[in-house]
Antibody
Framework: EVQLVESGGDLVQPGRSLRLSCAAS????????MHWVRQAPGKGLEWVSG????????GYADSVKGRFTISRDNAKNSLYLQMNSLRAEDTALYYC?????????????WGQGTQVTVSS | DIQMTQSPSSLSASVGDRVTITCRAS??????LAWYQQKPGKVPKLLIS???TLQSGVPSRFRGSGSGTDFTLTISSLQPEDVATYYC?????????FGQGTKVEIK
């Protein structure tokens, strides 16, 4: 059974940093691209960042480019999102999602999310 | 960047009705288009990939069509369990934008 468990969400002040983690199990992690998607309270889905199976292709939404860094450790079956210079508009539930293939593909499994709240 | 625009933003229909949601890309994306269903309080679920490929276990009343810039999600006979918000997403290249969502309710 595919499982994705996010952690690291917290209440932080604007300008501070946070690192999210996603522990994956139930599939061959290094065969698949992975994504972070967020959802602000009462709002729609926003793709944040994605990384291919071997970290060779990485992309970011314009809203986080230069502030967030995605990475993965295939040996640890883990995905990460380093979030710097956090802003109030980054407040959201952050989902880790598994792609259906190693690169350009949609997400077929999602974690339950970890809450990030940016407020003074 | 390519923008994804869904319409309508919400709709209310009766059980058994045919429901159609459209998604338009600001530039052509071939068939790199997915549809997701998000029920209240739940995580998104992938319904359709490659514009028209139904995922395993998804009821056959859901159908996706289109290519290039114009796409459609059709529910042939709306059921109470279909109450949800539906999102399209492009995945041809980054950034992988979502549409703003269409909330489907029962009349």
């Amino acid at each position: 059974e595919v499982q994705l468990v996010e952690s690291g969400g917290d209440l932080v002040q604007p300008g501070r940093s946070l690192r999210l983690s996603c522990a994956a199990s139930g599939f061959t992690f290094d065969d698949y691209a992975m994504h972070w998607v967020r959802q602000a309270p009462g709002k729609g889905l926003e793709w944040v960042s994605g990384i291919s199976w071997n970290s060779g292709i990485i992309g970011y939404a314009d809203s986080v480019k230069g502030r967030f860094t995605i990475s993965r450790d295939n040996a640890k079956n883990s995905l990460y999102l380093q979030m710097n210079s956090l802003r109030a508009e980054d407040t959201a539930l952050y989902y880790c999602a598994k792609a259906t293939a190693y690169s350009s593909s949609p997400a077929d499994y999602w974690g339950q999310g970890t809450q990030v709240t940016v407020s003074s | 960047d390519i923008q994804m625009t869904q319409s309508p933003s919400s709709l209310s229909a009766s059980v058994g009705d045919r429901v159609t949601i459209t998604c338009r890309a600001s530039q052509g994306i071939s068939t790199y288009l997915a549809w997701y269903q998000q029920k209240p309080g739940k995580v998104p679920k992938l319904l359709i990939s490659a514009a028209s490929t139904l995922q395993s276990g998804v009821p056959s009343r859901f159908r996706g069509s289109g290519s290039g810039t114009d796409f459609t999600l059709t529910i042939s006979s709306l059921q109470p369990e279909d109450v949800a918000t539906y999102y399209c997403q492009k995945y041809d290249s980054d950034p992988r934008a979502f549409g703003q969502g269409t909330k489907v309710e029962i009349k």
